[in-house]
């Protein structure tokens, strides 16, 4: 076998390996993103029949319903505050922290450890500390500071008490991602620094945000959808639909769970999360063109 054919071998047999290793993936994709997304926007335009079955086809007529609903409305709002309280407060403190602990301190492994354990707690049991937390009467954040303050039952402040709880949660995994892309920035760039005269701030302005921009655009389209995706923690933490503020804190896709596994109106429920990815893409998109004027590809 000549050299030409040996390696015409060994790229095709390459090209099959690639295939076959990714194939679950793929497959996973598939069966559990892509079949249901096509799904769920079928199903938006139809009229739920009994037991899921016999749907009705309708046209038009929930997304009629739905942007005339003032329910939906008040989410979207809900939702868009609880992203914008939430994700640039996450996505800066861990960049802060990933920078401190990126030094050479005593017990930085603990600490480390410390702020990436909210990751690994069950929301059940963040959402029941976080309700002790938050108790007007006998919670520890009013009692310590001598406080009278509705946390989750005042319509006023009780998305951003929950949009805490998120920071708190995502702290810990945004700081990981942060501190990988730190330990790849070359020492000699903050020597040469240092001998130009620059202080920390200036360093880290001038080198560490640009060195580590790619990491940060991911992080903020990462964290904005899953922060626009928020569920878990609203359900848990608020509990009743009797509690006077759920009204101003309930996000889209509480409003699908409501609709579509409490009022089993699953065509409507499947127009909300038409509207929310709808929406999630918008954002994404302009997120996309945005970062051609600050993201530096080294």
Not at 34 to 45: E, G, L, N, R, W
Not at 46 to 71: E, M, P, Y
Not at 113 to 128: G, K, N, R, S
Not at 250 to 261: A, D, I, N, P, R
């Amino acid at each position: 076998m000549n050299r030409r054919s040996l390696r015409s071998t060994t790229t095709t047999q390459m090209f099959v390996w690639g295939w076959v290793l990714i194939l679950p993936t793929i497959m996973g994709l598939m069966v559990l993103n892509i079949v249901p997304m096509i799904a769920t926007v079928y199903q938006s335009f139809h009229k739920t029949g009994d037991f899921g079955r016999g749907n009705v086809f309708i046209g038009l007529k929930n997304f009629q319903k739905l942007f005339s609903d003032q329910a939906v409305l008040q989410s979207i709002i809900n939702t868009c505050k609880y992203t914008i309280a939430q994700v640039p407060l996450s996505v800066f403190i861990a960049l802060i922290l990933a920078v401190m602990l990126n030094r050479q301190i005593r017990g930085r492994g603990a600490y480390r450890t410390i702020f990436f354990l909210p990751m690994v707690v069950a929301p059940a049991a963040i959402a029941m500390v976080w309700r002790w937390l938050y108790n007007s009467e006998f919670g520890l954040i009013n009692n310590a500071f001598n406080l009278n303050v509705s946390w989750i039952s005042d319509p006023a402040i009780a998305v951003y008490s929950i949009a805490i709880i998120g920071i708190w949660s995502d702290i810990g995994y945004n700081m990981i991602l942060f501190l990988a892309g730190l330990q790849e920035i070359p020492k000699d760039y903050y020597e040469a620094a240092d001998l130009d005269g620059a202080n920390a701030i200036q360093s880290f302005r001038h080198i560490t945000v640009p060195m580590v921009s790619p990491i940060l655009f991911f992080v903020i389209v990462t964290r904005m959808i899953a922060a626009m995706q928020v569920f878990d923690t609203i359900f848990m933490v608020m509990e009743q639909r009797s509690n006077p503020a759920m009204y101003k804190t309930q996000s889209l896709v509480y409003l699908f769970y409501q609709s579509s596994f409490v009022e089993r109106d699953f065509g409507y429920g499947s127009t909300i999360v038409v509207v929310l990815l709808v929406l999630i893409m918008c954002i994404t998109a302009i997120q996309m063109i945005a970062q051609k004027k600050w993201v530096h590809y080294n």
